[in-house]
């Protein structure tokens, strides 16, 4: 049995959620972003007391490290990091783009000559994205894009192209793009669950020395 603290406030949400293996066995959440750093200690504390479970039971601590929100993402990771400093458990860092990916390779199965194409909101015509196969294997990397008519064309060539997430929006107000298929808005706590205890089993933990928040861009903090 592992017992997974999982913490993310990427986006406008902030969710809490301690799973069992690959169950979800309680969560708290909030839809206030700006309440992120107020709610999550809390909130930890919460759900901990209502399964009965002591913190310190807890085998790992994940964390959604972008990219995403700015802000969110350093709440989520320092207080992930202070809980793993203190109560000596190793971290795990989940990638936005590749949970949402997973999302949508879920909710479609696609075959082979696919592309999932994960789409995160960065403001004005600006979103994050990547290319992934059918088997979530990544085809074109992680990068910050600025979405005009030729995004996608060439892909379209020789691959049915399967988008989501929070920026697709802006993805079909372009022309040329009529026949992508779109789905789910983004991911949720059980896409999140399953990720972080597949990485657990696998041990990929991260550096608590070092881990920095994914932004991908340069971070401007005034």
Do not use: W
């Not at 972080?196 to 991908?216: R, V």
């Amino acid at each position: 049995m592992a017992l997974l603290l999982n913490i993310d406030s990427a986006f406008e949400q902030c969710t809490v959620t301690i799973s069992n293996n690959e169950e979800v066995i309680a969560h708290e959440q909030s839809l206030v972003q700006k309440d992120h750093a107020s709610f999550l200690q809390p909130a930890i504390l919460k759900i901990c007391k209502g399964t009965g479970i002591d913190i310190s039971d807890i085998d790992a601590i994940s964390v959604a490290n972008g990219p995403g929100s700015y802000t969110g993402l350093r709440v989520s990771l320092s207080s992930a990091k202070g809980i793993c400093y203190t109560l000596q458990k190793p971290l795990i860092l989940l990638n936005t783009l590749d949970i949402l990916a997973f999302a949508l390779q879920q909710e479609f199965n696609p075959g082979n000559n696919t592309l999932i194409c994960p789409i995160i909101d960065a403001r004005r015509m600006e979103v994050f994205t990547a290319f992934y196969d059918n088997n979530l294997k990544i085809v074109k990397d992680y990068a910050s894009v600025i979405l005009n008519e030729q995004f996608l064309v060439s892909e379209k060539t020789n691959y049915a192209i399967i988008a989501g997430g929070n920026g697709s929006f802006k993805l079909k107000q372009l022309p040329l793009l009529e026949d992508i298929i779109y789905g789910t808005s983004m991911y949720n706590k059980q896409h999140f669950a399953l990720l972080a205890y597949k990485a657990f089993t696998e041990k990929k933990f991260a550096d608590l020395a070092y881990s920095e928040p994914f932004y991908i861009k340069p971070a401007y903090i005034r």
